[in-house]
């Protein structure tokens, strides 16, 4: 089988899949590609780190993450806007897409700052046993954020090389 047609067969492969979903799953599976910090997952990946999310919903004027406090979630805006109170730069808001807590989860550190509901709104929230539950599962999400692994690489005679860890000068 050819290159081209391997690719169209992993594309359809995954049309197929993505055409199952429910709806409401769809708009999920859609707002998760479009947040940074998941940018680099294949399609696939994304609906395979959909399972790990739940879904909640918020009124307007609740707060979402306190500055300071320890970090409960790593939450992605679903639908409405979050936005910091005043003291906090002017502007700054999440709308659909966008994304709170991912560093704080990954280094296990207090919340940077404080995000409140401008209306009502639809989080996908992953707590810390999910957070790392998807993190030991999904090996993607390492070269993401957090320490890097030492990968693998395949030569085209089949040997293994290690490849260094950026940053690392031990390896170099």
């Known amino acids: 089988m050819d290159k081209d ?19 409401v799953d769809r708009e999920r599976l859609m707002v998760l590609r479009a947040v940074s910090e998941l940018m680099a997952q294949s399609p696939a990946g994304l609906l395979w780190l959909l399972r790990f999310f739940d879904e909640l919903p918020v009124a307007a004027g609740q707060t979402v993450a306190r500055e300071g406090e320890p970090c409960r979630m ?12 005043a003291a906090g730069p002017p502007g700054a808001a999440l709308n659909a897409g966008g994304s ?4 704080a989860m990954w ?10 509901a401008e209306t009502d709104s639809r989080l996908l929230v992953m707590g810390h ?3 790392r539950a998807a993190k030991s599962a999904c090996p993607g999400l390492a070269t993401i954020a957090g320490p890097q692994p030492v990968h693998f690489a395949a030569e085209r005679t089949g040997r293994r ?12």
């Open 5 to 23: 047609l391997r690719r169209r067969w992993r594309g359809w492969r995954q049309a197929r899949r993505e055409a199952a979903l429910n709806p």
């Open 74 to 85: 790593f939450a992605v805006v679903l639908e409405g806007q979050l936005r910091r109170p």
């Open 100 to 103: 709170l807590g991912w560093g």
């Open 107 to 116: 280094d296990r550190r207090r919340s940077d700052a404080t995000w409140l």
């Open 129 to 131: 046993s999910q957070f």
């Open 161 to 172: 090389r290690r490849m260094p860890v950026p940053g690392d000068a031990t390896r170099a």
